[in-house]
């Protein structure tokens, strides 16, 4: 679906804005504040009469809805009524708080400043709030959403009840053990100690017991999570941390995903029984499938699908180039014409912040970077010798 991000917001002159104004802060505060995030940002254009088709379907598809209530405009009310009505995922702004009417009063809302300084906060808390709408696109952000999210769940049946309750407190510790790991990514023993903090009393249950079946995919994120939080409570280090971080993300994810599919009726038992065989390297240590070596922890649970971490440098290398689809692990970014030496710079600062590294000078070199995997490998190494 298309990232679009649809603004409903006065376009005429207001009490306290003419329409150039108006135009203005829509030019250079919103419309900015999503295309630096990636979206197609639009607003409504001015109409006569009825809602317009293109506005409904709009309300309707956009992924995004930014409503501005700043001097109580009846027309941005009554979109706002049918964009609740229709989705999920409406950010409310205004530039005062008195102009949040009681009915909303309740409900988050962003104060803005249409100057310089404001604009850069405003980016800010857009940046922030897009994250959590693309994180968590199902959660009932309005007051209908919330009550039909009510109703769905009281018709559902006692075992689906109880098992809404045990995924939700799954998601709970799930999200207790991703503010842990992400707390702690440092290579610095000391700073890793509160990862003896993390739980997986949730995490097994569901591995012991199947009292929902998520998937092969989900089932094998959830035995590798289990595994490398027990190896970060015995021996934390920078490597199992970042592995760990991946997965957990994936696999909460996909119980998000499971969790909302009972919630609104679309959850059916699967044809076969999902099961996962464990296989031994040589050392004995279980893994899924091959590894790159089972010398350590941190090599001997890498699985048959990609790694974590090449995952993330695909998205940094990606992200990099401004690219609208990921580049195949050999493919030549310098030669094929999508990196320079701009380029390399942003990608060994994005890898730094990524992975809590430095990489010196001397390694910022094109042969080391030509190729995901030869990002992938020198990073890899980068991380054993910052764990020695």
Known sequence: MPRDAFVIMPFSSTKTHTEEQWAGIFEYMFRPAFTELGYNCVRAAPMVGSLSS????????????????TDRNPNVFY???????????????????????????????????????????????????????????????????????????????YTQRDTLNKLSALLTELTLNRNILFSSNSSNVEQLRPLSSLRSECLRLLQSTRYIDPGAEALQLAYELDYLLSLLIESPTKALTIMAQARLVAFLKE??????????????????????????????????????????????????????????????????ARSPVPFDDDEELFDSGCFDSFALADLVQDLEERFKLKIPDADIRPAKFSTVNKIWAYIMTRLEESDS
């Open 54 to 69: 293109s506005i409904i379907e709009r309300l309707h598809n956009a992924r995004i809805v930014l409503a501005d209530l």
């Open 255 to 320: 119980i998000r995903r499971v969790r909302r599919t009972i919630e609104v009726g679309e959850y059916s038992d699967a044809q076969t029984i999902t099961y996962l065989e464990w296989e031994l390297t040589s050392s004995g240590v279980p893994i899924y499938a091959q590894g790159l070596d089972a010398a350590s922890p941190a090599s001997s649970i890498l699985i048959s699908r990609r790694d974590s971490s090449r995952e993330e440098i695909l998205r940094s290398v990606t992200t990099v």
């Open 79 to 157: 979109e706002l009524g049918v964009r609740h009505t229709l989705r999920r995922g409406t950010i409310l702004v205004t530039q005062a708080h008195e102009h949040i009417p009681s009915d909303l009063a309740g409900e988050w809302y962003v104060r803005y400043v249409p100057d310089p300084p404001g604009i850069a906060r405003f980016k800010d808390d857009i940046k922030r709030l897009v994250a959590l709408i693309e994180e968590s696109p199902n959660h009932a952000d309005n007051p209908v959403a919330a009550h039909l999210d009510r109703q769905r769940i009281a018709g559902l049946s």
